[in-house]
């Protein structure tokens, strides 16, 4: 008897250890469920607070776009240089905060921009945005943009006139053109025209679309006349033969008048400090036609054409020679007059500007008599060259020429004369030269060529696009009017 109740005591002591262990098991169970509730509803309430975060860092990046577009909009490049340098910009000597609002919420978080501003003869700014909301302001995001004006150095080729590019023209770079442009060649990148259609001076017939090709695609051969399938009512054709990436038109044109008030504001700053100007004036009372400028690497040898020959463009005489002079880093080198132009540039990022101002004939710079060569292809080299008129290539210049620069021809053009004399019908009298490389950019007013129908002038042009010219282009080069994002990432 004592047995069983013993037996019944230890029975009820095991149930209760039993239920003791479950009930803990439970409750471990339970508290681990709840605590992975709890923390989910915390990471989905993170997540929330962490993505508001983010849009309210990027509502600070397009709150300074706006504000940027309030204040630098339609403005010279002197005046933007004016507002970076002495008008106190939002963000850059300290950071700018400022609240966020919800329509429907009131304020719900800030953001704080902080910015790089451009350097001198630079148009690229960087801004940092970072933003929080009210209710978790630990929870940070930051966004970093790249503002820039686009630059008249970012096509391979950009012109204001009829275009035509003929066989044996190859092209690496946008192209585009105010007007039509005829294509025989082969364009590596978009060519693209402001006009929808236009009528091709070289030759007889109606209309052709905008950017068009009189390459036969069956055979390659090249058509002189009318191209019924390169014009309207035709449907467009890809023609990746020769148009690789496409073709665009019409497109937005490019002002080239903006360009009168930049030569203003280059003179200015080359006489400012940011680089050196060279007026006009007479060389021991001789003719002061211009300045002849050979680059040697971080120096350069500047000489007074006193003489040159109008017809072809070489220099008979020069006088009042200056050895050694410093070529200016990230500056201008301006002359009131022509300019030729050769050598070697090393560890220099200049611009060479040709431009008569205080009145009289207008300025050209005349290229050719040797190469024109960059030492480093990784940006630390960079060549701008602005003509208030034309950027010539001189009849005796290299049969194989190269040219690492970004050429911008102000109301003029980018070319070589034709100098085959009149009723020449033989070879020996023919200008004929080989090939022409162009390492950069090229911008030109008028019709540009560097070769004829008749197959003289440079019988291979090479247009070759220089990418660092994108982001930093030639010191004080003219830019667009406005800012756009062009460079976005989350840091």
């Not at 790089?116 to 009210?134: D, N």
């Not at 943009?145 to 630059?151: A, E, G, I, L, T």
Request: aromatic share 12%; hydrophobic share 35%.
């Amino acid at each position: 008897m004592k047995n069983e109740i013993k037996n019944k005591k230890n029975l009820k002591g095991s149930a209760l250890a039993y239920a003791l262990i479950i009930m803990a098991i439970v409750l471990i169970i339970l508290t681990s469920m709840l605590s992975y509730i709890v923390s989910q509803i915390k990471f989905s309430a993170n997540r929330v607070e962490k993505e508001k975060a983010l849009q309210i860092a990027e509502a600070g990046i397009y709150f300074y776009r706006w504000y940027l577009a309030h204040e630098t909009a339609g403005k010279s490049a002197q005046d933007v240089e004016n507002f970076w340098q002495n008008e106190n910009p939002l963000g850059v000597s300290s950071s700018y905060t400022q609240n966020f609002s919800d329509p429907e919420g009131g304020i719900i978080g800030e953001y704080e921009i902080e910015v790089q501003a451009p350097s001198a003869g630079s148009t690229v700014a960087i801004v940092e945005s970072t933003g929080w909301t009210s209710k978790e302001p630990q929870l940070k995001r930051t966004i970093q943009v790249r503002f820039r004006r686009p630059s008249w150095s970012e096509y391979a080729v950009l012109a204001n006139s009829i275009m035509r590019f003929g066989e044996n023209t190859e092209v690496f770079g946008k192209l585009h053109s105010n007007c039509g442009i005829r294509f025989d060649g082969l364009a590596h990148n978009i060519i693209s025209s402001s006009v929808a259609t236009y009528d091709d001076p070289d030759h007889s017939g109606g209309n052709e679309f905008g950017v068009h090709t009189h390459v036969d695609p069956s055979n390659g051969s090249v058509g002189s006349g009318f191209i019924e399938e390169e014009a309207p009512p035709s449907l467009l054709q890809d023609r990746p033969d020769v148009f690789e990436v496409g073709r665009q038109f019409p497109v937005p044109t490019v002002n080239f008048n903006g360009l009168v008030s930049d030569l203003n504001f280059l003179k200015s700053e080359a006489q400012s400090g940011n680089g050196i100007y060279y007026d006009n004036n007479k060389c021991d009372n001789k003719k002061n036609a211009g300045r002849h400028i050979v680059l040697n690497g971080t120096t350069m040898t500047v000489s007074i054409v006193t003489d040159y020959n109008n017809a072809n463009y070489s220099i008979k005489k020069e006088d009042c020679f200056s050895n050694n002079v410093s070529i200016p880093q990230n500056g201008i080198v301006f002359v009131e007059n022509n300019i030729w132009l050769e050598g070697t540039v090393n560890g220099r990022r200049v611009t060479f500007v040709a431009a008569n101002l205080i009145g009289g004939e207008t300025a050209s710079v005349y290229m050719g008599m040797d190469n024109l060569l960059y030492t480093n292809f990784d940006g630390t080299d960079v060549i701008g060259i602005l003509a208030q008129e034309d950027i010539e290539i001189v009849k005796n210049s290299l049969d194989d020429l190269t040219i690492d620069a970004a050429l911008l021809s102000q109301s003029g053009r980018v070319g070589r004369n034709y100098y085959t004399p009149f009723g020449c019908s033989s070879q020996s009298c023919k200008d004929h030269k080989g090939t022409i490389t162009i390492n950069g950019a090229m911008a030109t007013f008028l019709r540009y060529g560097f070769a004829y129908t008749n197959g003289t002038g440079y019988s291979y042009r090479i247009l070759n696009f220089d990418n660092n010219l994108l982001y930093y282009p030639p010191p004080y080069f003219p830019t667009g009017t406005d800012y756009y994002i062009d460079l976005w990432e989350e840091l």
